[in-house]
């Protein structure tokens, strides 16, 4: 089934590092590719998407490209801020954009 | 943006009694609303998926009886745990889909804590 995997956290970074997190998929068809974040105490918002092969999503200087080939879609920013801390979750749809199927969460302190 | 809430944040019950959890879309119409229950330091599973007036769908492994999903309007859906039980301890999220032409995008709240004694 289709499945998404990303990689384990927690990331520690000072603040202006860059950033790569880590997400591959198996699905079947061409799913439409996410990340989502998730601050202290909220709920879940769209980061980013990408909905073909070779899209590059981007948002708050973070960007993700859809690649077909190594069925990855990881999540780059140059250089990151202490609020940018959260978790980080890639995800695509399922079942013609009626589900969402999440990685596990990647989390991400950035310290000054 | 699009606002979900739910209710309550955290609960705390006894084994054996049943807890009921809102999830409001604030400022838009729900066609759709989804379930998901999230373990410490594990992904967001899905529950069901509920559609206004109808009955739920839910996934593979799910307990319909135990999980009792109500969406009776376009801004409100409930879950309720029936007979909880300490392994039912878990962080509970809804999310809420427009029913306009707003396609995929769901929007999540912030969450429900539940611990079971």
């Known amino acids: 089934g289709n499945s998404v995997t990303q990689m384990e956290g927690p990331v520690t970074l000072s603040e202006e590092a860059f950033l790569t997190i880590n997400c591959t998929y198996t699905?079947?068809?061409?799913?439409?590719l996410f990340w989502y974040v998730q601050y202290p105490g909220e709920g879940l918002q769209l980061l980013l998407k990408?909905?073909?092969?070779?899209d590059k999503g981007s948002n708050k200087g973070f960007e993700a490209t859809y690649r077909k080939e190594t069925t990855s879609f990881h999540l780059e920013k140059g250089s990151v801020q202490v609020s940018d801390s959260a978790v980080y979750f890639c995800?695509?749809?399922?079942?013609?954009?009626?589900?969402?199927?999440f990685g596990a969460g990647t989390r991400l302190a950035v310290h000054p | 943006g699009a606002v979900v809430s739910q209710h309550p944040s955290r609960v705390i019950c006894k084994s054996g009694t049943s807890v009921k959890i809102e999830c409001r879309s604030l400022?838009?119409?729900?066609?759709?609303m989804f379930w998901y229950r999230q373990f410490p330091k594990q992904s967001l599973m899905l529950m069901a998926t509920?559609?206004?007036?109808?009955?739920?769908?839910?996934e593979q492994g799910v307990e319909k009886d135990k999980f009792l999903i109500n969406h009776a309007s376009l801004t409100l859906s409930t879950l309720t745990v029936t007979s909880a039980h300490p392994e039912d301890s878990s962080f509970y999220i809804c999310?809420?889909?427009?029913?306009?032409?707003?396609?995929?995008?769901?929007?999540f709240g912030p969450g429900t804590r539940l611990t079971v004694l």
């Open positions: 999310s809420a889909r427009p029913g306009t032409s707003g396609g995929f995008e769901q929007f």
């Open positions: 699905a079947t068809g061409y799913p439409s």
């Open positions: 400022d838009f119409q729900a066609t759709t």
């Open positions: 990408a909905t073909k092969a070779d």
């Open positions: 509920s559609n206004e007036g109808s009955k739920a769908t839910y």
């Open positions: 995800a695509l749809t399922s079942g013609g954009y009626n589900k969402l199927i």
